[in-house]
Nanobody, 118 residues
Framework: QVQLVESGGGLVQAGGSLRLSCAAS????????MGWYRQAPGKQRDLVAE???????HYANSVKGRFTISRDNAKNTVFLQMNSLKPEDTAVYTC????????????WGQGTQVTVSS
């Protein structure tokens, strides 16, 4: 099993920054694609950023130019640097891992709350 634990969420003013971290257990982290999802109350869960096992990156249009995803395979950790935060970024942010054999997002963290005040 792969366990994912997020940290770094909190309350920030509009225009501010936060960095989320997701620490993974297990020896397969380097083989996984990793992504950050977010879900606001009453809304669907959306993928906001992903980074493949070999470093290819994609962002949702809503965060492009403001968020940066990165990973440190030596530390089994994926990061989401969030700059120029907007109130509409308020959500629970959850990291996920994808098995490239099945192409399924099989592993999920517990989520961390990000609240951006106007």
């Amino acid at each position: 099993q792969v366990q994912l634990v997020e940290s770094g969420g909190g309350l920030v003013q509009a225009g501010g920054s936060l960095r989320l971290s997701c620490a993974a257990s297990g020896s397969t982290f380097g083989r996984l694609d990793m992504g950050w999802y977010r879900q606001a109350p009453g809304k669907q869960r959306d993928l906001v950023a992903e980074i493949s096992n070999d470093g290819m990156i994609h962002y949702a249009n809503s965060v492009k130019g403001r968020f940066t995803i990165s990973r440190d395979n030596a530390k089994n950790t994926v990061f989401l640097q969030m700059n120029s935060l907007k109130p509409e970024d308020t959500a629970v942010y959850t990291c996920s891992g994808r098995n490239r054999s099945t192409w399924l997002w099989d592993y999920w963290g517990q989520g961390t709350q990000v609240t951006v005040s106007s």
